[in-house]
């Protein structure tokens, strides 16, 4: 009993229980209304009709591929449209926040169809780029850019001018600024961009299937639903949520790997 | 003062409420596919709130079956439209709905088109090609058969899933190939010139295929209300008997209802084939709701080839489908 309070102590381990204990009620609270018969299985099937359909698709497969199959094409999708709003994000960022012009060059557009919602987004795309990946592609990257845009101006405008002048002072170029103070002193904030950016896009995935898809895990789920497969839908938004969590603690490693000035602050910690 | 009145207010209510709810519904609504039918007319006449004085009518357009099926099972509409595939998915998985009438059978209304350019002579031509069709609805279906009866893999070209609408605007950017789906969209493409007609549904109907919509109620609604389950027929009754009776009078509703020309609207009617409701109690059609009822029968064959299809978990059971085929609420209409 002793030895617990002295683990609890800790606030990493307290924060562990925790966050273990409202899972496991959570999940008990599902077995529950299942097998009492409380829920209709036909919305809410229970764990055992869940892990069924997982061992089921990921042998046998939905619908012509695997599970797998179906993560890696969704997965291909979210990297490719964030690695490439990453790419356009952070120096379009670093400009936006250097230069007060290029801000109000770009500023309207960003702001103006960052409330738009995905779908309706969607139609214009698909009529543009086709049903084909690009147009899925697209939406994707649309989703993920403002947030990492934004976090980058953010971060670049959050850094101390001393730094700015000092270095000025030494005689460094702009290119020099952007690479030795920009980028190292903005690197976690446009981290922490990045890692909400990636959430964006992963929310607006299911939309990204729905047209003309034939394998995905969105489009699984979306799929799914038609045909009243409730355990498929369940199961394909626990994969989907889980492979989210995976990606982030990526993130958070990359961040922790290439950025060793941060790691005062630990791995577990939010950034 | 407030709480009081609120009290009296509440009380009222709890004490009123039980006494009116099972003669009459406060609002009924009914949602109704986007397709060429006699829903179209009853709609536009206003035929139902004709026989349902003092009911707030609300009407909901849906995109397909599968859209449908949500709608069902989310309890939105209290009446629908469901093509067979959609029925044999939704009353194999439990939904508590039952089928009252024959909305329509489907003819050429629904087809297949191909692209000329594509070179598709026949169904062993779609090898490699790109074919779309809204999943989980009629068609799909038929094209699944048809590939089937052909002893084509249905593997062996991209088949993808999109909604008549989407099909329509993939056609004109060149995207696909071919695509079996339903007007009006259907019409726009063929219309559109760079596409010929295929195959029809009517023509699958006649190979032992036949796809039709089947209007339904939810348990729960005509548990409470009986009457206004036939109070609806009623309407979609006369709603047929105008369409049968007054074709050019049809033409100008089903136009402006969907946007469409006369001319399509009149084109789209031929595609549809409308069942009086003195008829749908034949076996070919609803019959006694029994194992050997035409409906009955496809919803087997339907519900044992999505089974084959994995879309699926059981195969069909006929019991479901006779429990689910109420015939004894149009046998009062009609007698």
Not at chain 1, 99 to 106: C, E, G, L, V
Not at chain 1, 114 to 128: C, F
Not at chain 1, 229 to 250: C, E, H, K, R, Y
Not at chain 2, 15 to 20: G, H, I, N, V
Request: aromatic residues 10%.
């Amino acid at each position: 009993m002793k030895s617990l309070k002295i683990y609890l102590k800790d606030d990493k381990n307290k924060k562990l229980v925790i966050s273990s204990l409202s899972v496991l009620t959570m999940f008990l609270a599902w077995v529950f209304v299942t097998e009492t018969g409380l829920a209709n299985p036909l919305f809410l099937p229970g764990p055992k009709a869940i892990w069924l359909s997982f061992l089921e698709c990921l042998h046998e497969g939905y619908q012509g591929s695997t599970l797998v199959e179906h993560v890696a094409t969704s997965l291909y999708r979210i990297l490719a449209a964030f690695l490439l709003a990453c790419l356009v994000g952070v120096p379009l960022g670093i400009f936006m926040g250097i230069s007060k012009t290029i801000n109000a060059m770009f500023n309207p557009f960003i702001e103006f169809y960052r409330p738009l919602p995905p779908l309706g987004l969607y139609t214009l795309l698909v009529m543009w780029l086709g049903i084909g990946e690009a147009s899925k592609l697209a939406l994707l990257f649309l989703a993920g850019l403002p947030g990492i845009i934004i976090a980058t101006i953010q971060a670049v405008r959050d850094i101390n001018p001393t730094l700015v002048l000092a270095t000025r002072s030494l005689g460094a170029k702009k290119m020099d600024l952007i690479r030795e103070v920009y980028l190292p002193g903005a690197g976690p904030t446009i981290l922490t961009g990045m890692r909400i950016s990636l959430g964006f896009v992963y929310t607006v995935l299911v939309a990204a299937e729905i047209v003309a898809a034939s394998a995905g895990i969105g489009w699984m789920i979306w799929d799914a639903a038609k045909f009243l497969l409730s355990d498929v839908v369940i199961m394909g938004l626990i994969v989907l949520g889980l492979t989210g969590i995976a990606l982030d603690f990526t993130m958070r490693l990359i961040g922790y790997l290439i950025m060793p000035w941060t790691r005062a602050a630990g791995l577990n910690s939010k950034v | 003062m407030k709480f009081n009145k609120l009290m009296i207010g509440l009380l009222s209510c709890a004490l009123t409420l039980p006494a009116f709810a099972d003669d009459k519904p406060e609002e009924v609504t009914i949602g109704y596919l986007n397709l060429v039918n006699a829903q179209l007319v009853t709609k536009s006449l206003g035929l139902v709130q004709k026989e349902m004085p003092g009911v707030k009518i609300n009407y909901i357009k849906v995109g397909g079956g599968g859209d449908m099926l949500r709608a069902i099972a989310g309890k939105q509409v209290d009446f629908g439209g469901l093509g067979n595939p959609p029925t044999a998915i939704g009353v194999t998985r439990g939904l508590p709905i039952q089928g009252i009438m024959v909305l329509n059978m489907l003819d050429y209304v629904e087809a297949m088109a191909v692209r000329p350019s594509a070179g598709i002579k026949n169904f062993r031509d779609l090898k490699g090609k790109k074919i779309a069709a809204p999943f989980g609805s009629t068609t799909h279906y038929l094209l699944l058969n048809a590939l089937n009866d052909e002893g084509i893999d249905p593997a062996s070209m991209d088949i993808i899933d999109l909604r008549p609408n989407d099909i329509a605007l993939a056609w004109s950017r060149g995207d696909i190939d071919a695509a079996w789906f339903w007007e009006p969209a259907l019409g726009k493409v063929l219309k559109g010139g760079d596409a010929h007609l295929f195959t029809t549904s009517g023509i699958y109907a006649s190979r032992g295929y036949p796809t039709w919509d089947v209007g339904v109620v939810m348990d729960s609604f005509a548990e409470k209300y009986p009457d206004y389950v036939k109070k609806f027929i009623k309407a979609e009754c006369e709603g047929i008997d105008f369409w049968l009776n007054n074709p050019a009078e049809t033409a100008k509703i089903i136009a402006e209802e969907l946007e469409l020309t006369l001319e399509d609207a009149t084109r789209m009617m031929k595609g549809t084939e409308m069942v009086p409701c003195s008829k749908q109690l034949t076996q070919q059609y609803m019959g006694d709701g029994g194992a050997e009822s035409g409906f009955v029968k496809t919803l087997m064959s339907t519900g044992n080839f999505l089974y084959e299809q994995k879309r699926l978990p059981k195969a069909a059971e006929v019991d479901l489908f006779t429990d689910f085929m109420r015939t004894d609420y149009l046998e009062e209409v009609v007698k």
